[in-house]
């Protein structure tokens, strides 16, 4: 069985005191009520130090929200997955849907971040998932599908075993929209058929697979009862301790 896992994504919230406080506060909360998942914080870069000191010693993961595809070098304002990996981040986000649709980023420039995660011991999340109108004219799937293959195509087996997958629809971020359980499952149950032609099948069986979109404490069980649906990437529930601890599972 595929472990669970709950990734909050703190996006451009959260200074370092904040974050801090936050990430104590979650500390607490866990250990008041333990879950029967893996916990990730995805906090900004500048926050970063300050999250990973309050965890120091905890079984909660630490990852980035995005990296460069060099190590090093003359890019000014970037950040090297070699950097994330020195603080102690275990993850690191790879093509989330802001990142294609309001940064630009295209699969080719996907495909060598994470790439450039593998390569530094990081763990990546990938993400996908169509806009509104390409699921209303029916090309949900093979945006999917091509999402995912521009990204994991010639990975080794080993590689593979480390990529998180976390379905997304963008229509669902952010605006209030959730897909239903039922539209969610068919579409991660469509992602485990789909990464078996692109990757080693076997190992495709054992990619864990994260839903993220309007994920709030009133929907997660409906939706992590769901075959197939292996955790979540929560965007603004985990902002604050109560809603990311409700959403998790016991």
């Not at 893996?38 to 926050?47: A, H, K, N, S």
């Not at 521009?150 to 080794?156: E, I, P, V």
């Not at 992602?191 to 404490?217: C, D, N, Q, T, W």
Request: aromatic share 6%; with cysteine; proline share 5%.
């Amino acid at each position: 069985m595929r472990r669970k896992r709950v990734a909050g994504n703190w996006k451009m919230n959260k200074d370092h005191r904040e974050g801090a406080a936050l990430a104590r506060e979650i500390l607490e909360g866990l250990a008041k009520e333990p879950v029967s998942c893996e916990v990730i914080l995805l906090p900004p870069f500048t926050t970063l130090p300050a999250v990973l000191q309050v965890l120091a010693g905890s079984a909660v993961s630490v990852g980035g929200q995005d990296l460069f595809y060099e190590d090093e070098g003359a890019f000014t304002g970037e950040v090297s997955g070699s950097m994330l990996k020195s603080l102690g981040c275990a993850y690191v986000l790879v093509g989330h849907s802001e990142r294609r649709h309001v940064i630009g980023e295209g699969g080719e420039i996907l495909a060598k971040k994470l790439r450039a995660a593998l390569r530094n011991g990081l763990a990546p999340i990938y993400c996908v998932g169509e806009l509104i109108e390409e699921r209303e004219s029916g090309r949900a799937e093979a945006v999917v599908e091509r999402q995912l293959a521009d990204a994991l195509h010639g990975l080794s087996t080993s590689e593979i075993g480390r990529v998180v997958i976390a379905y997304e629809p963008v229509w669902a971020i952010g605006t209030g929209k959730t897909a239903t359980p039922d539209d969610a499952s068919s579409m991660h149950a469509f992602i485990h058929a789909a990464l078996e032609r692109i990757v080693e099948p076997a190992a495709a069986r054992e990619m864990p697979i994260l839903y993220g979109g309007s994920v709030k404490p009133d929907n997660a069980a409906a939706l992590l009862s769901r075959d197939g649906i292996d955790g979540f990437l929560v965007g603004g529930a985990s902002l604050k301790a109560p809603s990311f601890l409700a959403v998790m599972p016991r």
